[in-house]
């Protein structure tokens, strides 16, 4: 059998799971829960509090879980009496899980596909839930930190996009790369992995030229082959890391709008969650490090921004 990991927050507890549901554990993959059965409301909290983030399907019944999710998201989505901390977290759940298949098989459709309607989702969570951006970042998280640094990435260049006036189909193809551009950091070494964690400025000549192939064309084109990919959402993945000075990986001066948002977006961003400091300190280095890298009318735009939706 082959199995496939889902996040255990894409669940809910009280619920009939239409699939066996099975854990890992010392090299097993032991039976959880029976297909038809609901998980009962103190184990469901038992597993968060042991930090338990998946559980693993059998591969044969994804469009089982997938139909279950589509039902699950719309109903929790449209509900006006859910709690905004019930939506963010069914929806984090999505795109985690969605970023561990595409980091398992970037090339598939199903990957894609998962990772698209799980940037959708966060975008109309964050567009219609005036409090969820400011709430993401309030909450201290010590998960997957690329990927919560992906989904953060994904929020905020959305919803930054819509107040620069960018268009409503440029801001589909934004998420969608946004929720995407780091994934082929887990294709790097532990030791070059760990660069994330560093900021640019400090990276020697070497580490430099290692992590910037997290934007090379060998991962690009595994993606760039497939017909259900566009070329926007190509160029934004490949030039994230790129800035006005051409200090990126393809020392590009030039950016599209929307190039240009995600790279400001990843670069504040990455000092949250790959430096650690708080927004606020974030936005305060951005100022004085990131002079002429990006214009600083948009910088200054962008700490408006910050400000407004309560994130600083
Ligand atoms: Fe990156
Ligand atoms: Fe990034």
Do not use: W
């Not at 693993?56 to 469009?63: G, K, M, P, S, V």
Request: proline letters at 3%; a negative charge.
């Amino acid at each position: 059998m082959n199995y496939t990991p889902v996040r255990i927050s894409t669940l809910k507890a009280e619920m009939d799971i239409p699939f066996n549901v099975y854990i890992h554990f010392k090299e097993q993959y032991l039976k959880y829960l029976s297909d038809g059965t609901q998980i009962e409301k103190a184990k469901f909290k038992k597993l968060r509090r042991q930090k338990i983030t998946k559980f693993y399907i059998d591969a044969t019944d994804e469009n089982k879980y997938q139909q279950f999710l589509d039902d699950l998201l719309n109903q929790t989505l449209n509900d006006d009496k859910a709690e905004v901390d019930e939506k963010i977290s069914i929806v984090e759940g999505q795109a985690e899980t969605a970023l561990d298949r595409m980091q398992d098989d970037p090339g598939s459709e199903s990957s894609f596909d998962m990772t698209r309607k799980a940037a959708q989702n966060l975008r109309k969570m964050i567009f219609e839930n005036p409090e969820a951006l400011a709430r993401m970042f309030g909450n201290a998280d010590n998960s997957d930190d690329i990927a919560k640094h992906s989904i953060n990435v994904c929020v905020l260049a959305s919803k930054f996009a819509a107040s620069e006036k960018v268009s409503d189909e440029d801001i589909d193809f934004l998420c969608t790369a946004a929720l995407m551009h780091d994934v082929a950091i887990a294709k790097m070494s532990d030791e070059y992995k760990e660069l994330f964690h560093k900021p640019r400025a400090d990276l020697s000549a070497k580490e430099k030229l290692e992590y910037f192939k997290h934007c090379d064309m060998n991962f690009i084109s595994m993606l760039a082959d497939r017909p259900y990919i566009n070329e926007h959402v190509i160029n934004l993945i490949k030039n994230h890391e790129e800035n006005l000075q051409g200090s990126g990986p393809y020392k590009k001066t030039k950016l599209e709008k929307s190039e240009e948002i995600l790279s400001l977006v990843n670069t504040y961003e990455k000092k949250i969650s790959g430096e650690g400091l708080t927004p606020d300190a974030a936005i305060k280095k951005m100022t004085i490090d990131e002079m002429g890298n990006y214009d600083l009318k948009m910088i200054n735009r962008f700490k408006d921004f910050l400000k407004a939706e309560g994130v600083i």
